[in-house]
Protein backbone atom coordinates (compact mmCIF):
# COMPACT_ATOMS: atom_id res chain seq x y z
CA UNK A 1 0.00 0.00 0.00
CA UNK A 2 1.10 3.13 -1.17
CA UNK A 3 1.29 5.71 2.05
CA UNK A 4 -0.14 9.31 1.48
CA UNK A 5 3.17 11.31 2.09
CA UNK A 6 1.32 14.90 2.24
CA UNK A 7 -0.71 16.14 4.31
CA UNK A 8 -2.14 19.73 5.31
CA UNK A 9 1.33 21.05 6.59
CA UNK A 10 3.31 19.65 3.35
CA UNK A 11 0.97 20.71 1.22
CA UNK A 12 1.56 24.53 2.53
CA UNK A 13 5.27 23.59 2.56
CA UNK A 14 5.09 22.21 -1.17
CA UNK A 15 3.19 25.16 -2.37
CA UNK A 16 5.72 27.94 -0.86
CA UNK A 17 8.64 26.01 -2.98
CA UNK A 18 6.74 25.61 -6.30
CA UNK A 19 5.83 29.60 -5.83
CA UNK A 20 9.26 30.08 -4.84
CA UNK A 21 11.07 28.03 -7.34
CA UNK A 22 8.17 29.21 -10.04
CA UNK A 23 7.31 25.30 -10.81
CA UNK A 24 3.94 23.68 -10.94
CA UNK A 25 2.43 22.38 -7.61
CA UNK A 26 1.78 18.70 -8.99
CA UNK A 27 5.70 18.90 -10.16
CA UNK A 28 6.91 19.73 -6.77
CA UNK A 29 4.47 16.84 -5.35
CA UNK A 30 5.60 14.45 -7.47
CA UNK A 31 9.68 15.20 -6.29
CA UNK A 32 8.50 14.97 -2.93
CA UNK A 33 6.65 11.67 -2.90
CA UNK A 34 9.39 10.12 -5.21
CA UNK A 35 11.87 11.52 -2.19
CA UNK A 36 9.95 10.08 0.71
CA UNK A 37 9.55 6.70 -1.28
CA UNK A 38 13.40 6.61 -1.95
CA UNK A 39 14.11 7.77 1.79
CA UNK A 40 11.39 5.70 3.20
CA UNK A 41 13.49 2.09 1.26
CA UNK A 42 16.81 3.61 2.95
CA UNK A 43 16.22 4.45 6.48
CA UNK A 44 16.08 2.58 9.57
CA UNK A 45 12.81 0.31 9.79
CA UNK A 46 10.54 2.30 12.01
CA UNK A 47 11.97 5.65 11.12
CA UNK A 48 8.56 7.65 11.48
CA UNK A 49 7.04 8.74 8.44
CA UNK A 50 7.45 12.87 9.52
CA UNK A 51 11.48 12.00 9.77
CA UNK A 52 11.40 10.55 6.25
CA UNK A 53 9.43 14.35 4.80
CA UNK A 54 11.20 16.04 6.52
CA UNK A 55 14.54 14.86 4.98
CA UNK A 56 12.08 14.45 1.33
CA UNK A 57 11.76 18.32 2.05
CA UNK A 58 15.09 19.23 2.88
CA UNK A 59 16.42 17.53 -0.16
CA UNK A 60 13.87 19.83 -2.40
CA UNK A 61 15.93 22.92 -1.16
CA UNK A 62 19.01 21.35 -2.21
CA UNK A 63 18.00 19.56 -5.32
CA UNK A 64 14.49 21.72 -6.21
CA UNK A 65 12.56 20.28 -9.12
CA UNK A 66 13.04 22.30 -12.54
CA UNK A 67 10.52 22.70 -15.48
CA UNK A 68 13.62 21.43 -17.75
CA UNK A 69 13.76 17.70 -16.05
CA UNK A 70 10.18 16.09 -17.63
CA UNK A 71 7.67 18.42 -18.94
CA UNK A 72 4.52 15.66 -18.18
CA UNK A 73 2.97 16.99 -15.40
Known sequence: MERDWIDETYEEELE???EERD???S???R???DHCETFQ???VEGTPPDVV???ALDKLA???PGES???TD
Open 31 to 33: TFR
Open 27 to 29: RVK
Open 53 to 55: RRL
Open 41 to 43: STV
Open 62 to 64: WHP
Open 69 to 71: EDT
Open 16 to 18: RVA
Open 23 to 25: VTL
